[in-house]
């Protein structure tokens, strides 16, 4: 088997939802008591965060992280969180090991998945600057981005919530979601952010749910087997 390489901390609960999903899907698929190698490299999130070079000093963090994975043995490395992928394209090319992208990913699913127009959920930097909506929509899909002051509260409920493992607003959480299926008509909600599926999960609300965490995984898995 192929050595995954994960670059975590951002946040550290995110991580554990992705080695959470680790072991879910590796059970189903594999036989039993069998998981692929895996590395994690936990940054300190809050000097990623307060990072006073901006993006850039936030690259270089990521790209220390990715060298440490490859050094390590890590055969494919993996970005743990939606934000960073961002910087995804400088962080490949500063190794020599492949790295696997959690939108492409994402696109490949909602193709296989057929859907057409999907609400994006994530924080304020996700959905608000193109990277995310600009790969998703040259792919052939109609992105839906809430408006501003909807932008800043699913910003606020991830950090200040779910980042701590809180649900005080995941009522909030699936109402907005509801009301994009009916007064726009978006056939899936993606969770663009990998602390959004301890709020939504698939069911509670009448559009299909992408958790681009849970897709992530069984693509790093694919590749580690195969």
């Known amino acids: 088997m192929r050595r995954i390489g994960i670059i975590g901390g951002t946040t550290p ?25 895996l590395i994690i490299h936990s940054i300190n999130f809050r000097q990623f ?35 960073p992928h961002m910087v ?33 959920l994530g924080t304020k930097t996700t959905m608000g600057s193109g990277f995310y909506r600009e790969k998703l929509e040259n792919a052939g899909f109609q992105v839906v981005i809430p408006d501003e002051e909807e932008q800043n509260e699913v910003n606020r409920i991830i950090f200040e919530e779910l980042a701590l493992e809180r649900l005080d607003s995941r009522e909030w959480l699936l109402k907005l979601v509801e009301r994009y299926a009916v007064e726009q008509g978006v056939d899936s909600v993606i969770l663009g952010c990998t602390e959004l599926p301890l709020a939504i999960k698939e069911g509670d609300v009448p559009v299909r749910v992408l958790d681009t965490a849970r897709i992530h995984m069984e693509k790093l898995i694919d590749l580690a087997i195969n």
């Open 88 to 120: 995804f394209d400088d962080i490949a090319r500063a190794i020599s090991v492949p790295m696997v992208s959690i939108i492409d990913t994402l696109v490949e699913e909602m193709h296989r998945r057929e859907v057409k127009k999907t609400l994006l």
């Open 13 to 37: 609960e995110s991580t554990c939802y992705y080695y959470r999903m680790y072991m879910e899907i590796s059970r189903r698929r594999l036989e039993p008591h069998t998981y692929p190698p």
């Open 49 to 83: 965060m307060e990072n006073p070079r901006g993006w850039e000093g936030r690259k270089e963090l990521l790209i220390d992280a990715a060298r440490s994975l490859e050094r390590a043995g890590a055969d494919i490395i993996a970005l743990s969180a939606n934000t």
